[in-house]
């Protein structure tokens, strides 16, 4: 009788630990997408120059279905890390192409990156768009190429400390464009 009030207490224990582990865990799984843990944004670029990312760039049409006839390549290196524009800024290089020829051709293109606490930044040079605003300027008559220049700087466009599909605003620009 004694061994069967002893296994029915342990029983008994066990089944309460068993639910109040039960308890805490989906407790846990509520709470938790309220913490945000700590996360620095430099800890998602490597640190050594010379790493390379190769990537594929398929585009989609109308239906979201892959062209793979327009299909093209692309390769980002990290180049070196240096002062840019008030920043310390790690440049890439960048190129894209056809599969078959990607190797072969020069970096002719730089992205550049800044990293502060859980922030990324990524620079905006106005100058890359340049041949695609004269030709707005011209056709349209409106002077977009200075609205543009006043855009130059360093953007936080990767904020890493931040929980999934929490929105931010990049930048906001007020302005006026006056149509003559």
């Known amino acids: 009788m004694q061994k069967e009030v002893t296994l029915f207490i342990f029983a008994t224990a066990l089944s309460r630990i068993l639910i109040m582990k ?18 620095t944004a430099s800890d998602y670029f490597p640190m050594q120059t010379g790493y390379k990312w190769n990537y594929e760039l398929t585009p989609l049409d109308s239906l979201n ?38 190797n072969y051709q020069p970096f002719i293109d730089s992205l550049f990156f800044s990293f502060s606490g859980s922030n990324g930044y990524e620079y905006f040079d106005p100058n890359l768009l340049s041949g695609l605003i004269g030709n707005l300027d011209s056709t349209l008559g409106v002077n977009f190429f200075s609205f543009f220049n006043s855009l130059e700087g360093w953007y936080s466009y990767y904020r890493f400390a931040n929980p999934v599909n929490q929105e931010y605003t990049i930048f906001s620009k007020d302005t006026i464009i006056a149509i003559n």
């Open 22 to 39: 039960k308890i805490i865990y989906i407790i846990f799984l509520v709470i938790s997408p309220e913490f945000t843990f700590g996360q």
């Open 65 to 102: 279905n892959r062209v793979d006839s327009l299909t093209f390549y692309g390769i980002d290196s990290f180049f070196v890390e240096t002062t840019f524009n008030g920043r310390d800024a790690k440049i890439l290089l960048t190129k894209t192409g056809a599969l078959n020829t990607i």
